[in-house]
């Protein structure tokens, strides 16, 4: 161990000048505080069980156990997440982003007092916690349209245990209530952690209506500036993307503008679909498979990819055998 030393030494001398402890936000940053990602996860975990809590109760047969256990799990997301949330805040005004708005004579976030983060971030913390029974609702009309949805589910339990689409849509709605107040990083955190899990990719600021299923899942990718009605289902690979980004004065792609899909009501999009641009599929359309579509669609549309399939048959020599 004492012959490694040196080495070690070494190499961390000619890491240290990669690295920065000023307290702004830059590549080679150190600093500034940010939120602490297992913490954040564990607040998600907390939150999952009480929105999600199918198997984890051994009984419910009065409400009073019920009522503990959401206590409980809430609680624990309620303090975990005040101190992450606190953590994130000053990246309103210390973000990159931030700082280049107000390089331009843009707005951009006033700074808190360091002896007002704690309750701002308590407050926020508090005002997302009361989003959460219109949560609980959304997600019980997701698992309706999952189990309408799919020949294969035959118990509502069965949806809530093993659907990678619903765990996906249920960490989106936490993160876009948080996304909703402007809270930094941690929406980032919730739902990148769930692509991680299940690989289905949703930016908290895309807009989800109600009954909202994603079937399969696998590859499905919702950008930042997507809007997406009601009852619309996706399935495995489906990209509502953007097209191409504008470029500002430094030749960098621009922030905060609308560059994904509008998808109304009703519609359908199968496998490997992609959508890309600020385009608008109107109620009630398919979209099938393998499609790549960067033009709006009229309501009741039915968009099918060019390719023909041809099917032959083979003459098999020696009467077939078959086993």
């Known amino acids: 161990m004492r012959e490694d030393k040196p080495v070690i030494e070494r190499v961390v001398a000619d890491m240290l000048p ?4 000023a307290e702004t936000d830059q590549p080679n940053s ?25 198997g984890l109760l051994p009984s419910c047969g009065s409400t009073d156990l019920l009522q503990v256990y959401l206590l409980e799990r809430i609680a624990r997301a309620f303090r975990l997440l005040t101190v992450e949330i606190g953590s994130g805040l000053s990246l309103r005004w210390q973000g990159a982003y ?9 707005v951009s976030a006033e700074p808190i007092a360091p002896e007002r983060i704690a309750l701002v971030a308590a ?4 005002r997302f916690v009361a989003t959460l029974p219109a949560v609980r609702a959304r997600l019980i009309d997701d698992i309706q349209a999952a189990y309408d949805g ?40 919730i739902t990148e952690h769930i692509h991680s899990q299940v690989g289905i990719d949703i930016h908290p600021g895309a807009r989800i ?3 909202f299923f994603i079937d399969h899942g696998t590859g499905v990718v919702i950008g930042e500036t997507a809007r997406v009605g009601d009852r619309v289902k996706l399935y495995q690979g489906v990209t509502l993307g953007a097209r191409s980004f504008p470029l500002d004065e430094r030749g960098f792609p ?8 509008t998808v109304e009501d009703d519609v359908v999009i199968y496998a490997n679909a992609t ?18 579509l960067t033009e709006g669609v009229p309501p009741g549309s039915l968009v099918l990819a060019q390719n023909e399939v041809t099917v032959r048959h083979r003459r098999v020599e020696g009467g077939g055998g078959g086993r």
């Not at 150190?30 to 199918?54: C, K, S, T």
């Open 30 to 54: 150190v600093g500034p505080l940010v939120p602490h990602r297992r913490r954040v996860v564990e607040a998600l975990d907390q939150l999952l069980d009480a929105l999600l809590p199918a």
């Open 18 to 21: 990669l690295y920065s402890c």
């Open 98 to 106: 931030a700082q280049h708005l107000a390089g331009k004579g843009l």
């Open 209 to 211: 209506g109600s009954g």
């Open 150 to 189: 799919d020949p294969a589910a035959i118990s509502f339990a069965e949806v809530m245990l093993t659907y990678p689409g619903l765990w996906a849509i249920a960490g989106y709605r936490l993160a876009h209530e948080l996304h909703l107040l402007d809270v930094p990083v941690v929406p980032r955190i």
């Open 275 to 292: 959508i890309l641009g600020d385009i608008t599929i109107g109620a009630g359309s398919e979209i099938g498979g393998n499609v790549f």
């Open 254 to 261: 621009q922030k905060g503008i609308r560059r994904h899909p």
């Open 123 to 126: 407050d926020l913390t508090a």
